[in-house]
């Protein structure tokens, strides 16, 4: 792994077919990786140090957006992480949707071993 450090990422996913998905493949990078599935559970988990948060838009109580802001408005280390919208949609709407919410970026579900690399090199090559 990126300079053997074990990275932590949560994934945020109601789905629960993605979220083994998403960890199975982010295990096999050799992340360490927390899930929650509602948008009240990241809240509470984000309050920890990860490296990464994969956020689902379409979540069952609190709209993934509202997540996204509730964790940057927050002044401490864990407002910075970054955050990237796991989602079926990615059109210009949305991604405007994204910035405004405070989230880095976005990957179309399904999450892929391609999608994950491209993921991990993008945002943790400096972590």
């Known amino acids: ?11 945020v996913e109601d789905a629960a077919i993605a979220a083994k998905m998403a960890v199975m493949v982010l295990e096999a990078k ?25 956020l689902d838009i379409g979540l069952p109580d609190i709209e993934g957006y509202e997540v996204a802001k509730e964790i ?10 970054p ?10 709407d949305t991604q405007e949707k994204w910035k ?6 976005g990957i179309a579900k399904p999450f892929t071993i391609a999608k994950c690399e491209k993921l991990l090199r993008t945002y943790l090559k400096s972590r």
């Open 1 to 11: 792994m990126m300079n053997d450090k074990i990275l932590k990422i949560l994934v």
């Open 30 to 54: 050799g992340c360490k990786v927390d899930i929650a599935v509602t948008g009240q559970e990241a809240l509470e988990k984000s309050k920890n140090y990860y490296d990464l948060i994969l």
């Open 72 to 81: 940057r408005g927050r002044q401490d280390k864990t407002s910075q992480v």
């Open 83 to 92: 955050i990237v919208a796991l989602t079926a949609h990615d059109d210009p």
């Open 100 to 105: 405004e919410a405070g989230i880095d970026s």
